[in-house]
């Protein structure tokens, strides 16, 4: 089955401080791209960051980064300078084929809160 | 990268009755997915709709409750038919854009009471 698992519900962290993201995922297929997106209360789905699985330098968007560990199957996300902003519900995806078609998987999750 | 314009934003419907919530984009795209976000849960894919086929729908999902309208590249429909308070959820379109990130519309908050 292509999942994806995201083992932390609920995290907060100070502003200003990082604060990293976990999330691993299950796929038997050795091409694919991996997504965080980042939902605030206005409910709309932002990209935060994207990787290809096929390259090995983790992505970086500004303070936003990854570190993907192919082999383990892993694809955590920090957060440096962390700003009231950041508040929101993140969710780790990624492209799975199924029937010839390719479709987004998705984590459950987690919630997080920068505190002032 | 696409922009969608998803409408309405939110409605409240009486049970019994279908609402149909749309999709523009502003160019021209292979692939457009529905998905529905329960109160407090990640999405879930309900189809994917192909311009000039039928949509193909995930387990669990039926076309007699989620009729979905592809006409053309740059617009989709989908309706939740004969509602109940279950159907209660935001419903979100996104389109393919596989390198770059898939987009997604702002979402439809929908209330049955």
């Known amino acids: 089955a292509q999942t994806v698992t995201q083992s932390q519900p609920e995290m907060s962290v100070q502003e200003a401080e990082t604060v990293t993201l976990s999330c691993t995922y299950d796929?038997?297929?050795?091409?694919?791209?991996l997504f965080w997106y980042k939902q605030p209360p206005s409910r709309q789905m932002i990209l935060v960051i994207r990787?290809?699985?096929?390259?090995?330098q983790n992505a970086t968007e500004n303070r936003f980064s990854v570190n993907f560990q192919k082999a383990a199957k892993s694809f955590s996300l920090k957060i440096s300078d962390s700003q009231l902003g950041d508040t929101a519900m993140y969710f780790c995806?990624?492209?799975?084929?199924?029937?010839?078609?390719?479709?987004?998987?998705f984590g459950k999750g987690t919630k997080l809160t920068v505190n002032p | 990268s696409a922009v969608i314009s998803q409408k309405p934003s939110r409605d409240i419907c009486q049970r019994g009755t279908s609402l149909t919530i749309q999709c523009q984009v502003d160019?021209?795209?292979?692939?457009m997915f529905w998905y529905r976000q329960q109160p407090g849960q990640s999405l879930t894919l309900i189809a994917t709709?192909?311009?000039?086929?039928?949509?193909?729908?995930e387990s669990g999902f039926v076309i007699d409750k989620f009729p979905i309208s592809r006409p053309n590249l740059t617009f989709s429909t989908l309706t939740v038919s004969n509602m109940s308070p279950e159907d209660s959820s935001i419903y979100l379109c996104?389109?393919?854009?596989?390198?770059?990130?898939?987009?997604f519309g702002s979402g439809t908050r929908l209330t049955v009471v």
């Open positions: 796929t038997s297929e050795s091409n694919y791209y």
């Open positions: 995806a990624f492209t799975a084929s199924q029937g010839g078609s390719e479709k987004l998987v």
């Open positions: 996104s389109v393919e854009a596989r390198y770059y990130g898939y987009t």
């Open positions: 160019s021209q795209v292979t692939m």
């Open positions: 990787q290809e699985a096929y390259k090995q």
């Open positions: 709709a192909n311009q000039g086929s039928e949509a193909t729908y």
